[in-house]
């Protein structure tokens, strides 16, 4: 689908669907307009390419996707590829490549799937034509901090999802906690792969001698890198509360094994006695035991009594009840809060 915004020199705004009347809209002076070429076949991207006269390589690039975030500068325009955020699945990002052509009264958009983004600020210089009295490079302005903007909600529920994991985590040390754990990792290091590059492609933009890029609009472009670099700063604030929830993962894992350990030696020691009078006791001796009823009333009662005895005495001591653990779950927590205060921060 191609949509064309145009802003005529006397001030009318007009919207078209056909490719064809895009021709006699570049010739004409003064015109801004704006091309939307939204899952367009390579020999219609060819056409538009034709029609823009865009060299060689910027025609191949718009056709061939899968493209790193850049900025190109030619003669007449500059091409940007940069990357919307939909949504996380699972481990992997749903991105957007958006393809930019950005000249000095046009701006050319592309990308393979609908977005809402890009559709709700074409239909809002629709609706307001005043905001293409500033030129292609603010519409540009406009689209890259819809798209921007759109990231932070996403970073705000891997956010929460964080925390509710930290919960988790302490409550019931699952494998399969650890194996999100290691998705996060995987999805932060993508997060990271996509805000550096953009962060310092918005920073070459946000300079005043920036070409196609008004003086007036570059401060426009400062705001979104500066976005870009709060969107960084939150994936290496998470990038360490996963390393936290990691930790709090093995201690709440150990905490758990010492206690299957402890009590399995409580019980060890227990029937350790037992097992040596029964032992010594059940040896092939001419009666058992010795002949003497009370020395067999004497051994039972032992055998009662020991079980008794030492139950107490760990009781006392503190290796049976839990608030005497070494580490406690309430203390594993307030670690655990501790270590993302500091984090959060830094």
Not at 13 to 21: A, I, K, R, W
Not at 97 to 104: A, D, Q, S, T
Request: proline residues 5%; charged residues 25%.
């Amino acid at each position: 689908m191609i949509q064309l915004l145009i802003r005529r020199p006397d001030g009318s705004v007009e919207s078209f669907t056909d490719p064809e009347s895009l021709p006699q809209v570049a010739s004409q002076p003064d015109t801004v307009f704006w091309v939307q070429a939204v899952g367009e076949s390579p020999e219609a991207l060819d056409a538009i390419a034709r029609r823009f006269n865009l060299h060689p390589v910027t025609s191949e690039d718009l056709i061939n996707r899968n493209q790193a975030v850049k900025i190109e500068e030619f003669d007449s325009y500059a091409f940007i590829v940069f990357f919307a955020l939909r949504r996380i699945t699972e481990d992997t990002l749903d991105t957007e490549e958006i393809h930019v052509v950005l000249g000095k009264n046009a701006l050319l958009t592309c990308h393979t799937e609908p977005l809402d983004i890009t559709r709700r600020v074409f239909e809002r210089c629709k609706n307001d034509p005043r905001l293409l009295t500033s030129g292609p490079d603010f519409l540009f302005y406009l689209l890259s901090d819809a798209v921007v903007d759109a990231y932070f909600p996403i970073l705000d529920s891997l956010e929460d999802e964080i925390d509710g994991l930290e919960d988790a985590v302490i409550a019931n040390p699952a494998r399969s906690r650890m194996h999100r754990i290691f998705q996060l990792k995987r999805l932060l290091v993508e997060l990271r792969k996509l805000f550096g590059p953009q962060r310092e492609r918005f920073n070459t933009l946000s300079r005043r001698d920036f070409p196609f890029i008004q003086p007036r609009t570059a401060v426009y472009f400062r705001d979104i890198h500066d976005h870009l670099v709060r969107a960084h700063e939150m994936t290496e604030s998470y990038r360490d509360l996963v390393i936290n929830v990691m930790d709090a993962y093995l201690a709440a894992a150990s905490n758990r094994l010492g206690q299957v350990m402890k009590q399995l030696t409580i019980i060890a020691t227990i029937f350790m006695p037992l097992s040596f009078l029964t032992g010594f006791f059940g040896m092939n001796f001419t009666r058992i035991p010795f002949g003497s009823p009370w020395l067999l009333g004497l051994v039972i009662g032992a055998m009662l009594m020991l079980p008794m005895g030492m139950l107490l005495l760990f009781l006392r001591a503190g290796w049976i009840s839990e608030e005497r653990r070494i580490t406690s779950l309430p203390r594993l927590r307030a670690w655990i809060r501790s270590q993302n205060s500091r984090t959060r921060r830094r």
